[in-house]
Each structure stands twice: as C-alpha cells, then as structure tokens.
C-alpha cells in the first residue's frame, strides 16, 4: 500500500450505501464545529440531485450543522468555475453522494477540482472528505463498473477503470453483499493483484484518520481482499468467456472496531 493513503493529514470516510444517517452523525461530531461550512457534492446523482441535497441538508440541519451548501458539478456546472473552487477550499466536509460512479471520473480527472481535493485530503488537517455508494468507490485508485454474478468470474466478465485515486492502492466497492459483488470484486484483485479490495456492506464503512490505522464501523461487514501473494492464476490471456482462478487471496471479513493493517496484510 502507497504511504501517501495511510499518511493524510485529512480524514478520508468510505461507506457501503443505504441508510447514512447515523454515518452524518458521526461526520457532524468531527467537525471543528457544528457551524462549519458543509459541501454535498451531487455529480453521481442522476435523477433530481437537487432533491439529494435537500436531503442531506435536512438531516445536517437537524444534527446542528446549517451551514451546508449544493456543490454541483455536472454538465452545466463546470468542475473549475472560479466561485466552485471556492467554495471547495473553503468546506470543513464534503460529501459525495451516490449514483453514478463513472460521472465523477468523467467530470471531475484531470481538472483543478481534483487537484485541490487532493491536496487538501493530503495536507491540511481537520479537512474531512466522505463518500457514500458510489461515492465511496470513486475515491480509490480503480473502480469496478461492470460485473453481475456468476459471469463475474468468467474473463472478460467485468469491467475495472481508473477512478479518482484519493485512496491509493485500494479498490472499493459498495452494496457489496447485499448484491452479491463477491466475485466481482475476486476477479478485480485478480486483475489488479497490487490493490487491496474492499468490500462495503450497506451501513458500514471505513474512516481513515491521520496516523491511525483504518477502522471499520457500521452495522454488518467489510470484506477484505488481499492478492499480493498470489501462488497460482490463470488470469493472464485466458479467453473470454471462460472462468478465472487464482490461488492465494487473503480475505478477511471485518466488523466495527476492527483495523486494517494496509501495509503488511491483516
């Protein structure tokens, strides 16, 4: 695992989807204060993104926070308007919300948006990022935006894209046993042997803190896919269409309170 994930000065907060209540409530009691300025980003919410934010800034109202603000960016909102940027470096917490995984990839690599929420992940302490869903995969180094099933173990039975990379070296991915993505997220690791897969049930997550290991919370379970140690796979030029095996992994299946030790396995 790259030293740069683990060494942010910023907190980094990863969840699996489904109901994120109690996770803004938590978010809210890492603020410097309730009155911080607040940032929903909406880019992977397709349908009525304005109604999402509405939303959230509900429940953050009622948790005590009022200042919080729609920062979207899409199609007719660049990424790098002047006043977008702005506000950007000047939110204690920004939320992205879900949907749409390959929308935050599409607008947002490559643009000085990115560049600055890097930045602030990587240097300035107190800074809080926090995803949800589709969110939460965007912000590792790959994304899985393919793959249902048992197809998933057949090659070329999945698809894995660059995404947002403020996670280096990991591979998220989110609803995950809900929607059965187990083998989907073995053929990634398969594919990407370097990262280290996470999987995210719905009402659990990750939160990555300067200078501490990585801690699970939430209600159910993150899996844990490790294939630096691979003894044997057929991975490489096997036809598609016909199934993919590798021997080796090192899985593990964590609940809250549980660390990830990212550097030496688990």
């Not at 994304?143 to 039975?157: E, K, Q, T």
């Not at 059965?180 to 990407?192: I, K, Q, S, W």
């Not at 803190?209 to 919370?217: A, K």
Request: with cysteine; charged share 15%; proline share 6%.
């Amino acid at each position: 695992m790259p030293a740069s994930a683990t060494t942010s000065q910023g907190t980094i907060v990863v969840l699996g989807g489904g109901y994120d209540d109690p996770t803004l409530a938590m978010l809210a009691g890492l603020l410097p204060a309730r009155t911080a300025a607040i940032e929903i980003l909406t880019t992977a919410t397709v349908e009525k993104p304005a109604r999402t934010y509405a939303a959230y800034a509900r429940v953050l109202a009622e948790l005590g926070c009022p200042q919080v603000g729609h920062l979207q960016v899409d199609e007719d909102h660049p990424a790098d308007a002047p006043a977008t940027l702005a506000r950007l470096r000047a939110a204690a917490l920004v939320f992205v919300t879900g949907g749409d995984q390959e929308r935050l990839t599409e607008l947002l690599l490559g643009t000085e948006f990115l560049a600055v929420l890097r930045q602030r992940c990587q240097h300035e302490a107190g800074f809080i990022l926090a995803g949800t869903s589709a969110g939460a995969s965007a912000l590792g180094a790959h994304m899985i935006v393919g793959g249902r099933g048992w197809r998933s173990l057949l090659a070329g039975g999945i698809e894995v894209i660059p995404a947002l990379d403020i996670l280096p070296g990991l591979l998220i991915d989110q609803h995950f046993v809900e929607r059965a993505r187990y083998p989907r997220l073995l053929h990634a690791v398969l594919a990407h042997p370097q990262l280290l897969g996470l999987g995210l049930s719905e009402e659990t997550g990750i939160i990555f803190r300067p200078g501490q290991p990585p801690e699970v919370f939430g209600d159910e379970v993150v899996v844990f896919v490790d294939g630096r140690h691979l003894t044997a796979t057929n991975y490489h030029g096997r036809p598609p269409g016909q199934p993919i095996s590798g021997q080796g992994f090192q899985v593990s299946l964590l609940v809250a309170g549980d660390t990830i030790a990212l550097h030496s396995g688990h």
